[in-house]
């Protein structure tokens, strides 16, 4: 009889310590879950590139890379190119990318901000093209000048943005032969050549959206990690509090 209440005294003592750590433990895991999904909705914003952070125009500047997505390589030749294609025609083109925008912001909304920024009278903006890529979503905008656009159509400018640049995008994101590609396509039709149209469209190519970015995956496991400790924290406990309470009954 004693054995049976010393044992039955045993068995409430272990409960209440479950009981106690399981209320510990909730209470610890629901501001950790708070401050996760807080961070997800403020950090985002918080990284986004802002139009003041491009710096005023400076001259012989062809390509403004905020997002670090063009080798140094690539850069000197996108700015070799541009540079030539400014002194023997007069038409001047820009190429910025950037990494995030705001939430209410597009590529395009950024594209057009720039170039009334960086060319606020409208007889420097007449020769002007300002090409913007957000790296982050792999949007596009494109803005050009009305001089620009008797030699460059709207429909060749808004082709450059959307599929020269874009197309070798959906084959692994190589930024550099887009960008290169884009210019080379704009060099041309602006230096009175043959339009030579966007690259071709491999049957093979995943299309946009059908896979999730870098940044999408960290954040679907991080989220998963969160939810699964947030079961197993309190699965495990009451798990445990039955299967005590079970063989205390026996």
Do not use: C
């Not at 950090?43 to 400076?58: C, H």
């Not at 403004?64 to 997505?69: G, L, M, R, S, W």
């Not at 620009?148 to 709207?154: R, W």
Request: glycine share 4%; no cysteine.
């Amino acid at each position: 009889m004693k054995d049976k209440l010393r044992k039955d005294t045993s068995m409430r003592r272990l409960l209440n310590q479950l009981s106690t750590q399981m209320r510990s433990l909730q209470q610890w895991l629901l501001p950790v879950i708070i401050l996760l999904f807080a961070t997800q909705l403020v950090v985002a914003p918080a990284y986004a590139t802002s139009l003041y952070e491009i710096p005023a125009l400076e001259e012989d500047t062809w390509v403004v890379d905020k997002a670090e997505i063009l080798s140094r390589s690539s850069e000197g030749k996108l700015s070799s190119s541009l540079s030539d294609l400014a002194n023997e025609t007069g038409y001047e083109v820009r190429i910025v990318t950037i990494h995030r925008l705001d939430y209410d912001e597009t590529a395009q909304g950024f594209a057009d901000k720039l170039f009334t920024r960086w060319f606020p009278e409208p007889e420097d903006q007449a020769n002007q093209v300002v090409l913007v890529i957000d790296n982050l979503t792999n949007n596009t905008g494109i803005h050009t000048g009305e001089k620009v656009k008797s030699v460059m159509p709207d429909a060749i400018a808004t082709s450059v943005a959307q599929e020269s640049v874009l197309i070798p995008l959906k084959d692994g994101n190589k930024y550099n032969q887009a960008l290169l590609g884009a210019s080379d396509r704009m060099v041309a039709v602006l230096s009175g050549q043959e339009d030579p149209g966007p690259p071709e469209m491999k049957d093979d190519v995943m299309v946009e959206g059908t896979f999730a970015t870098k940044e999408d995956t960290k954040k679907s496991n991080a989220t998963v990690w969160v939810i699964g400790f947030l079961i197993a924290a309190t699965i495990i406990p009451m798990a445990t509090y039955y299967f005590y309470q079970y063989m205390g009954s026996r």
